[in-house]
């Protein structure tokens, strides 16, 4: 039989229109989808073979999903079971289309791809999470992808029927029953074709030559299949259970500091506290920490009258992980979650300690709030939550993805202030946002100024000169209202930021290098390190909150935080560990100089020394024994075990593997 008298036999006419009037569109979407995604990486050499690299997976899956149901078309020809496969064959290439659609939105909002933790998390908090997913995305994109949502629902049978009309009628459009009977190897085959296409959708991101990593490498729906199905069956898994259970542990495992609270005494000063969370700072773009760069000449004044800390890591770099260090004192899961959902923190955070002491709590933030912010401000224990909704937004600009400028903040900051900060001490958080991705304060009210030729990267640098105005007039705002001399302000980075143009990774949650973990702090006390001081060694931001309870003269009774207090030498041994915010995709520990990082599949490990080489250009690995590496790999494990069993339960893939069931 000849190859045009095989397809013949295998489908009627009507078939083929209406299985290819799907597919061909369908495959194109896909491909469409991931050329866009290849584009927005940088690098320009190699263009083409880099291109064709990173497709091959889309290619292959594309190819073995189209193959799939030519052939479940050819085996079921008739009755209720043909119209159960038409149902499939829409919804699952609908729900495909939405996964892809979404993951090219994720990674523009992200700098990373979907996975099948993530996408799970979705389900429980669609309605909170909806408006950022689909925030600034253009009004002739929604156009596009209904359309084309649409015509994956309609346009086969409408375009099957067209032909029909044209041709005056399709061989096999009136009864199945007389089309030619298929082959049974024949159908066979073509799954065994679809078969080995999709498993080369699987192996050929492990051998990309791109650099890039594995997870964009890979098809997205086959990265969200196979990143849930290898939950149980990982490395992670196996060693996460046998140190629970050499251990014993079943529950959460109790923090020294779960019972903790603030003990007046003979030197306890109840000054005011300002936190000031500096959103997406990184240390190497602030004056203070990289003098060459004029961005903050405020901050860079202020440092030489301020307690600063030289090597400062965030322990996740996302913000509620980066706030729930500094205002609790203990290292947040290492998951998505759980710091927004009530009574999972393990310890009394800062707010609860002084809200007991008789201090009034209250958190500013010029983001909108999505439901999550206030919970975290509760769950915090702050009584007083105002988002930027509650502000007078008239001729403030949108600088990012999630709110406005910071100087928004001001204006209700003064009304409280002069309100209730006479009244007694005070906490207060004002919670930045100018420096989140999409960088949109170019131009904004205190002009612009030229750092780079990376046009974004240009554009955050001036957004980080932009905080830099909101921090000297919040300043100015506590010595107008004679705040400033009795109050204790601490500046944090929440986490760095990453960009495209450096490493091939954007923006902070998986940013594992110093970019993304290095951070500023400085700590300014009137009438307190009057000529400068600098906190050598390893730190982190649990390092805050017992700074801060020592700054106050306060002792810590019925527990121990796990941080240390700034205003002493740090231990020399000390290692500070880090784990990026996607399942399964990097932590890092450093120790001294010297920094490790586990990349699981995605990449090979990487070893730098940071007093030689502070930007890690230089992955010293392979100059390492086995021995040292596993070393540092199983230390990490047990970290990421003891962390997580501490709020509760642990994660592999997103799935609860001891703890909250």
Request: aromatic letters at 12%; glycine letters at 8%; charged letters at 20%.
């Amino acid at each position: 039989m000849n190859v045009s008298g095989f397809f013949k036999t295998l489908l009627s006419s009507r078939d083929w229109v209406y299985l290819l009037g799907l597919l061909v569109p369908f495959v194109l979407y896909n491909l469409a989808l991931k050329a866009s995604e290849i584009a927005s990486l940088p690098g320009e050499d190699d263009g083409l073979a880099r291109s064709l690299d990173l497709m091959r997976s889309e290619v292959f899956f594309n190819l073995g999903y189209a193959l799939f149901w030519i052939a479940l078309f050819a085996a079921v020809r008739r009755g209720a079971l043909r119209w159960v496969v038409l149902f499939l064959f829409h919804a699952l290439t609908i729900l495909v289309m939405v996964i892809n659609a979404c993951t090219q939105q994720y990674l523009r909002e992200n700098g990373t791809t979907l996975d099948y933790a993530t996408l799970a998390g979705w389900i429980l908090k669609f309605d909170e999470v909806l408006p950022t997913l689909t925030r600034d995305v253009p009004l002739s994109a929604w156009i596009l992808f209904a359309v084309a949502l649409f015509y994956a629902a309609l346009g086969p049978w409408l375009l099957a029927r067209a032909v029909e009309r044209w041709w005056g009628g399709l061989p096999g459009s009136r009864s199945q029953a007389r089309a030619p009977r298929t082959s049974f190897m024949g159908v066979i085959g073509l799954w065994l074709l679809a078969l080995g296409f999709g498993s080369l959708s699987l192996l050929v991101a492990s051998n990309s030559a791109t650099g890039a990593d594995e997870w964009f490498s890979r098809d997205p729906f086959v990265n969200v299949v196979l990143t849930g199905v290898q939950g149980d069956s990982t490395k992670e898994a196996e060693e996460a259970a046998t140190k629970v259970s050499e251990s014993g542990a079943g529950s959460a495992a109790k923090l020294p500091a779960a019972n903790a609270r603030l003990v007046q005494t003979s030197q306890t000063d109840k000054r005011n506290v300002v936190l000031v969370h500096l959103e997406s700072t990184r240390a190497r773009s602030v004056t203070p920490y990289n003098e060459d760069l004029n961005t903050t000449p405020f901050l860079n004044e202020l440092a030489k009258e301020s307690l600063v800390t030289e090597r400062t890591h965030v322990i996740v770099p996302r913000s509620s992980k980066g706030s729930t260090a500094v205002n609790c004192g203990v290292e947040p899961a290492l998951y998505a979650g759980p710091e927004y959902e009530p009574g999972v923190i393990p310890a009394p955070c800062l707010a609860r300690l002084l809200k007991e002491q008789g201090y009034r709590t209250t958190w500013f933030q010029s983001l909108w709030d999505t439901g999550d912010d206030s919970m975290l401000a509760g769950n915090f224990g702050y009584e007083e939550f105002y988002p930027s909704q509650s502000m007078n937004a008239e001729g403030f600009q949108v600088t990012n993805t999630f709110g406005y400028e910071d100087d928004i903040m001001l204006e209700p900051s003064e009304r409280w202030l002069r309100t209730y900060g006479q009244d007694g001490p005070f906490l207060a958080q004002y919670f930045t946002g100018t420096g989140h991705y999409g960088y949109e304060c170019v131009p904004n009210r205190y002009e612009y100024e030229h750092f780079s030729d990376d046009e974004e990267y240009d554009r955050y640098l001036n957004c980080l000169r932009y905080l830099d105005h909101f921090v000297e007039n919040l300043f100015d705002q506590y010595k107008r209202l004679g705040l400033y001399e009795n109050t204790i302000f601490v500046l944090y980075g929440d986490h760095g930021e990453g960009f495209e143009s450096e490493r091939g990774r954007s923006m902070h949650g998986d940013t594992i290098w110093e970019e993304g973990l290095h951070v500023p702090l400085i700590i300014h006390a009137p009438g307190r390190f009057q000529d400068g001081e600098r906190a050598e060694g390893l730190s982190n931001q649990i390092d805050i909150l017992p700074t801060v309870v020592e700054m106050l003269g306060f002792e810590v009774g019925g527990g121990e935080y796990p941080g240390y207090s700034l205003l002493h030498p740090l231990p020399e041994d000390r290692t500070v560990m880090s784990n990026c915010i996607t399942n399964r995709r990097c932590m890092a520990s450093v120790k001294g100089h010297e920094k490790y990082i586990y990349h699981y599949d995605d990449r090979p490990e990487e070893f730098f020394d940071l007093s030689k080489d502070p930007l890690e250009q230089t992955n010293l690995a392979g100059e390492r024994s086995k021995e040292e590496l596993d070393k540092r790999r199983e230390e990490l494990f047990a970290w990421r075990t003891k962390v997580n069993a501490q709020h509760g339960q642990i994660l592999v893939s997103g799935n609860p593997v001891l703890g909250e069931e």
